[in-house]
């Protein structure tokens, strides 16, 4: 079956909110339970607000604004993200700051903290840039097939278990943060507080390969977002059909 143990960790990390988290990048087609996620079991346990899936913002200052008002911020049917957000998303998930204009007609300041968790959603490869896929946590969604019932089964159990589903999630939280103090991840990340939680969390749970399972989501985002990349893939497939031969040329006649 799938393996639940990065996500309940994710999610118990978000609720506590004490640490660095990395951006959540959920990747999934029509039918894949994609929504029922974002919205039933991110935004419902984590910050139930009326915000819901919101449009991917243009901007970092309209991101901001947002988060002045939900812990949260879900966003759904991302195609790309350009290389500025990308830069700004990497600044945000390590905490960062920007100032702005209160207003156009003065010149007081208004200075904006940035550090809230972000989830993304999409079909796949919106990610492009490596210093952003550093710094996320990818989720890909497999397809439950054409039992719609089973959609609403699962939200009604859902719901019916909400409160004993949340108290082991706060209780998870605070295992993680009565131990994250004194652990030393084994195979750290560019997010090396989230891989300090997931040692934590190793511990609290009796459980291991959360570390590697980082580790491995890591590698795999990175090359996804190469083979996603038609230059790039061109290069691996002539790589591949030289085997021990060496290529000489100028970049016009590679490309």
């Known amino acids: ?36 996620f974002l919205n039933w079991i991110l935004r419902g346990f984590i910050d139930p607000s009326t915000s819901g899936v ?32 990308s830069d700004d998303l990497s600044a945000a998930a390590t905490n960062t700051s920007f100032s702005t204009r209160e207003l156009h007609t003065t010149s007081n300041e208004a200075l904006f903290q940035i550090h809230f968790p972000v989830v993304l959603g999409g079909i796949s490869g919106f990610i492009r840039k490596s210093d952003l896929l550093s710094r996320t946590l990818s989720v890909r969604m497999l397809p439950l097939g054409e039992d ?40 750290p990340e560019r997010v090396y507080d989230f891989s300090a939680w997931l040692a934590a969390m190793e511990e609290a749970m009796g459980a291991e390969g959360l570390q590697e399972m980082y580790s491995l989501n890591h590698a795999i985002a ?32 590679l490309l």
């Open 148 to 187: 719609h019932a089973s959609a609403r089964t699962f939200v009604q159990d859902l719901q019916r278990d909400a409160s004993a589903i949340y108290g082991g999630l706060l209780d998870l939280a605070a295992a993680g943060l009565s131990r994250i103090d004194s652990i030393t991840p084994n195979t």
């Open 1 to 36: 079956g799938y393996n639940t143990l990065p996500i309940r960790s994710g999610v118990a990390l978000r609720i506590c909110g004490q640490v660095v988290f990395p951006v959540l990048a959920v990747n999934g087609s029509q039918g894949s339970g994609k929504t029922i």
């Open 222 to 253: 990175q090359a996804d977002a190469v083979t996603d990349c038609a230059p790039a893939n061109a290069i691996i497939n002539l790589a591949c059909c030289l085997d021990d031969e060496v290529w000489t040329g100028t970049p016009t006649e």
């Open 54 to 85: 919101q449009r991917f913002p243009s901007s970092l200052h309209n991101m901001a604004i947002s988060a002045q008002s939900t812990y949260l911020l879900l966003y759904d049917n991302i195609t790309r993200i350009s290389d500025d957000l």
